[in-house]
RNA sequence: GGGUUGGUAGCUCAAUGGUAGAGCAGUACCCUUUUAAGGUAUUGGUUCUGGGUUCGAGUCCCAGCCAACCCA
């Protein structure tokens, strides 16, 4: 329910709406042609010709019979002027019914003020959608993190610095998706509804197939069905879009996010991780102005720092482990535990030792690691679906690529032999055969390639990337309680 | 799930337990090159919701809703 003000300015803008029908003009309208996006207009700027343009109004200066007005778009902003007796008293009257946030389109001549701005005296203007509702602030923009999150639209509207990362976000999921196609990687397409969510140990959503009678799965991986590409024939493949985890929101989670993986036949881990640390620098220097990435807070101070630069280090877990708490190796599962207590680390939700060690690493490592850092040679125990060493059985093929302190992909040497990924499998389950993916295990003992595959959370990517802070300050529409009315 | 902080005009923010205010937006008027235009006047409030304490609550207490942050 609106306050009753609200509904004052909300009947200000219904009374001009009507003032517009009455005149003849409708208030709604249709197409109209222009010379392109506003900041395409501003390029094509030169005094004496003729422009057409459209977009909201987003600012007005009145003079009385001069108005200056601001058009703009999500590309940019152009000042528009318009003269009383140069449009004449019929258009001046439907000219007054306009408010801040209208859609204007505009034809004229392209002119500079002489404070040097470069502008468009208006000849014609046409209403292309009447605004009923007033737009936020338009100096101190939307401050509220509650209205940036729930009515993206007038974030996006009335902050740039959101806009510019949104607009970081799309330039670099294209940027992904032209780097793996230019070698030969192909894009491709396997279900979001599963029968049964494989692929990674997360809960998932659950829904129902009416016609079919059964129960289905949002997906929480692509992986089961991309190996079945493998197996089918495919060399190169990867999938970027959504998977869907139903598990807590954080400033790191949204219930769902959107995940690129790729599968190389023929490759491994190591090749893997250097197919990934020239694609992040790429995306780094084509988008984000280098490989040195400042992370900075709302004043503009620098918080962060990120340094890319080639070659990315490698170490190995069992290394990092023990360089952060000295002679780890050698202690036994409970001398680690009291070690533990000792370094004030809360590890009263682990139960196996090699969890009390993951957690160590995490605090100790991963949170404390910003320049990107492979970690190899993880406990096999950590990772299901990867290869066991030649040399060591009790560590896997992988990597997994720390940035920002945090995971940012994970990249294996996949497993390809069917009767161990059968008993891995039937040890994850628990006994609950029902939930293990058969015909995934069939496809494999039919033969599936060596091969690579890679994971990476897009979100924390363009975190990482852009210096945003919350997972929400990536997406357009992040997840929120519905707000009691 | 636990803790901390917050929710006041359309937006951004004030307000020792004592008459709810400002800037912007809006409205009216002045102004033919402004750009956070300027000037004069002015409208607009269930202070998130529900209880309680008090002569008196935006402010203190309790419960709830929503959000942000930290922890698990």
């Not at 780890?328 to 533990?340: E, H, I, M, N, V």
């Amino acid at each position: 329910m609106d306050a009753p003000s609200h509904s004052e300015l909300l009947a200000i803008r219904r009374q001009k709406l009507d003032a517009l029908v009455a005149a003849g003009v409708d208030p709604f309208g249709r197409g109209f042609e222009t010379d392109g996006p506003v900041a395409d207009v501003r390029a094509k700027f030169a005094e004496g010709a003729t422009l057409r343009l459209a977009g909201r109004i987003t600012a007005h200066r009145d003079m009385g019979k001069s108005q200056f007005l601001d058009l703009s778009d999500a590309t940019g902003r152009m000042q528009i002027f318009l003269h009383a007796k140069e449009i004449g008293d019929e258009a001046f009257h439907v000219f007054k019914q306009i408010d801040l946030g209208d859609f204007l389109g505009v034809e004229g001549e392209a002119f500079i003020t002489k404070t040097g701005e470069p502008t468009v005296r208006v000849k014609r203007f046409e209403v292309l959608a009447k605004s009923l509702r007033p737009l936020p602030d338009k100096w101190h923009g939307v401050q509220d993190t509650e209205i940036k999150y729930r009515q993206r639209y007038l974030d996006l509207i009335a902050n740039p610095e959101s806009r510019e990362v949104f607009q970081k976000r799309i330039a670099i999921v294209r940027a992904i998706r032209r780097f793996l196609e230019e070698r030969g990687f192909i894009e491709v397409e396997t279900p979001m509804m599963q029968a049964i969510a494989g692929g990674a140990a997360a809960a998932p959503f659950q829904t129902h197939h009416n016609a079919l009678g059964m129960d289905l799965f949002l997906r929480i991986a692509p992986e089961l069905y991309l190996k079945r590409l493998l197996v089918g024939g495919f060399p190169k493949i990867f999938e970027l879009n959504r998977n869907f985890r139903n598990e807590g929101i954080s400033r790191r989670h949204n219930p769902e996010f959107t995940m690129l993986e790729a599968y190389w036949a023929f490759a491994d881990f190591e090749k893997m991780a250097d197919l990934v640390e020239e694609m992040v620098c790429h995306l780094a220097e084509t988008i984000c102005g280098g490989l040195l990435l400042e992370h900075r807070d709302a004043e503009g101070n620098v918080t962060k720092t990120i340094n890319l630069a080639r070659p990315w280090r490698r170490a190995r877990y069992a290394d990092l482990v023990e360089a952060a708490v000295p002679s780890w190796a050698a202690l036994s599962p409970d001398a680690r535990r009291a070690k533990c207590a000792e370094l004030h680390l809360d590890i009263s939700h682990c139960v196996a030792d090699y969890e009390v060690t993951q957690h160590v690493f995490e605090k100790l490592v991963e949170e404390k690691t910003m320049d990107p850092l492979y970690v190899t040679h993880c406990p096999k125990e950590l990772v299901p679906l990867a290869k066991q060493n030649a040399a060591d059985p009790s560590v896997v093929d992988v990597y997994e690529l720390v940035i920002n302190g945090q995971e940012i992909s994970p990249g294996y040497s996949e497993l390809n032999d069917p009767i161990v990924q059968r008993q891995r499998l039937e040890e994850q389950s628990g006994g609950e055969t029902q939930k293990i993916d058969h015909d995934f295990l069939d496809a494999l003992e039919y033969g599936m390639p060596p091969a690579g595959g890679i994971g990476i959370g897009i979100d924390r990517l363009v975190m990482m990337l852009t210096g945003a802070e919350s997972i929400r300050d990536v997406l357009f529409f992040p997840h929120m309680k519905p707000r009691a009315d």
